[in-house]
């Protein structure tokens, strides 16, 4: 049983999807969504923690069932309003003991928060139906940008944790895809499965900034083509940084592993 402290500490956080996903998140947690997909078995879905709901519902419609938890009722509260037919809990993952099991479970982006990510992931895992997967997600301490902070001494090291992660975010420790895949050695589970999502070469307040004022139309020189067709040129540099990131995923913002038992 997780103590009551640890929940105490979770609902304290003022992180929020909604909040968190507005500019460059907001694209992020789609192509998040987006990789799930790809990788989804089955007909029901578990989401841990589900948070405001925001990203579960862009994986929603793919299931029959949907179940949300999460350790914050004003998460909770926010997530029945985006997946209104959803069920939910409001739990730690460790606590949560469900009567049947999940074809797909999917953990975004909390693997660096809690207090023992090993007995967390031994834990979901056998929450799976025989066939099912276990898609974690986790923000990549090796990422491109992370690396230029280094060199530009706006970080000691990739593996470093900002006072954004530790006091708003609340993360614990940071993943590369060798430690990611370290834990779930540990944890007695298979990988099928791993990658990245989103090339990104920026800071996330220059992203933002960049989606927001860049030279996107025809004939300003920026990223569109003069004389070609016209597009949305900034969807399609979007799309262009998650396919590149299916190239190099160990440059990635975000890396992921698909887990059997």
């Known amino acids: 049983m997780i103590t ?3 929940k105490k ?13 507005a500019t460059y998140n907001e694209v992020l947690g789609y192509y998040q969504a987006l990789s799930c997909l790809e990788y989804a078995k089955g007909d029901s879905l578990l989401d841990m923690p589900c948070g405001d ?8 419609h793919r299931f029959k069932k949907v179940v949300g938890l999460d350790a914050s ?8 309003n985006n997946i209104p037919n959803a069920e939910l809990h409001e739990t730690l993952i460790e606590d949560f003991k469900p009567n049947i099991p999940f074809d797909t479970i999917t953990m975004l982006n909390v693997l ?3 207090e023992n990510p090993v007995s967390t992931l031994r834990h979901s895992a056998s929450l799976l139906s025989d066939d099912g997967v ?3 997600h986790v923000p ?3 990422a491109i940008n992370r690396k230029l902070a280094v060199l530009m001494g706006t970080l000691t090291e990739c593996e470093e944790l900002s006072p954004f992660d530790i006091e708003i975010a609340g993360h614990r420790r940071s993943y590369s895809l060798k ?12 990988v099928s499965a791993t990658g990245g999502i989103f090339y990104k070469m920026l800071s996330t307040a220059q992203i933002d900034w960049f989606l927001k004022n860049g030279l996107w139309e025809e004939g300003g020189f920026g990223w569109g083509r003069v004389g070609g067709p016209n597009k949305d040129w900034k969807k399609e540099f979007c799309r262009a940084c998650y396919e590149l990131g299916k190239e190099h995923p160990e440059d990635c913002n975000v890396i992921y592993a698909c887990i059997t038992k």
Do not use: P, Y
């Open 4 to 6: 009551q402290n640890e």
């Open 9 to 21: 500490l979770q609902e304290g956080f003022s992180w929020t999807r909604s909040q968190m996903f």
């Open 53 to 60: 709901g925001l990203l579960t519902s862009m994986m929603a």
């Open 73 to 80: 009722s004003k998460h909770l509260a926010l997530a029945k």
């Open 112 to 114: 660096e928060h809690v």
């Open 134 to 136: 276990l898609i974690v």
């Open 140 to 142: 990549n301490a090796l």
């Open 179 to 190: 430690t990611l895949q370290a834990d779930i050695q540990e944890a007695g589970l298979k």
